[in-house]
């Protein structure tokens, strides 16, 4: 399977400067506004990092997150959870080394793909996954937010009940010098891709406070704009609606064959595309092998550890 990952962000008209970070297939995303695409195939990572309002430095936050984790070798071996971990602890000793970084945090909403095309979405935070199928899309992760907590309490019967600073505000985080980030973890149940439309976005709250699931899917059935148009497009939609905060977004649309990836794109498939896909197939035989061979070396030590215990007795 194929994949093409578009990444788009705007710093949007009243924010200084965009605290927005994306990962675009190992590829670190952070500017004032603009966008980047790539073609590869699994195993991939690609996110949307949100420096968190109201603490230090939060586009610095951001970009340790996402450029870590494109330095990632990712497969089905590696624990992202204790990635995460180590990106938590780098962000907070930089933080320390400074009056305007100190407690700078971020969100992350992350998808992985392994090698054998099993999807997952890891997140941290507001920031948010949607999953588009069969025309119609739905909401993957869930809200770290402190309304959301005191609902599923019980405490609360509606978010209405509390003051919108209080709705918003994230219990959550990577950075945080209070409390470690409380991982949720939600798997795909059936596989990415399988549908001909399969699409999955991730974005900001910025974009996703702004923008309805209607006009997601909308978007989304557009047939007479590109992947990335029909992406931008939305972060303008959300600016014109009234967002506040900067805005990000990253769409990863399957593909399998020259013609969908030039309904995608607007572009046929030329040859340097060709040798990026074959590239990225080496590159994942190469993850393959190296992982079996992991395996097996575990295997060859069980056995060794077994025969010398035997011997032993």
């Not at 590239?279 to 190296?290: D, I």
Request: glycine residues 8%.
């Amino acid at each position: 399977m194929n994949y093409y990952i578009y990444g788009y962000t705007d710093k949007g008209p009243y924010r200084l400067h965009n605290e927005d970070a994306m990962l675009v297939n190992r590829v670190t995303v952070a500017r004032p506004k603009g966008g980047f695409g790539s073609v590869c195939i699994a195993p991939l990572l690609a996110a949307v990092c949100d420096g968190v309002g109201g603490e230090n430095a939060g586009e610095l936050a951001s970009q340790i997150c996402v450029s870590t984790l494109a330095s990632v070798e990712y497969d089905s071996s590696v624990d992202l959870d204790r990635v995460i971990e180590r990106i938590h602890n780098k962000i907070i000793r930089t933080g320390v080394s400074g009056d305007s970084t100190i407690n700078m945090q971020t969100t992350l909403c992350l998808l992985a793909v392994d090698e054998y095309g099993s999807a997952a979405c890891l997140n941290i935070g507001d920031s948010r996954m949607y999953r588009y199928v069969k025309g119609s899309i739905r909401q993957i992760s869930k809200d770290q937010t402190y309304a959301r907590f005191l609902y599923e309490k019980g405490e609360i019967t509606s978010f209405k009940e509390l003051a919108p600073e209080e709705q918003n505000a994230i219990v959550s985080s990577v950075g945080s010098v209070v409390q470690d980030p409380q991982i949720d973890h939600f798997r795909f149940v059936t596989p990415f891709g399988e549908e001909e439309d399969d699409t999955v976005l991730i974005c900001s709250d910025g974009l996703s406070d702004f923008i309805t699931r209607d006009e997601l899917e909308i978007a989304m059935k557009i047939t007479s704009m590109t992947f990335s148009e029909k992406l931008e497009a939305l972060c303008q939609l959300a600016i014109r609606n009234g967002s506040t905060d900067n805005v990000s977004i990253v769409g990863i649309k399957p593909w399998q064959t020259p013609e969908q990836y030039e309904l995608l794109t607007g572009t046929p498939l030329s040859n340097k595309r060709d040798e990026d896909a074959v590239r990225a197939q080496m590159e994942c035989l190469e993850y393959q092998l190296r992982y079996e061979s992991m395996k097996l070396e575990e295997l060859a030590n069980k056995s060794f550890e077994s025969i010398f215990g035997n011997d032993t007795e």
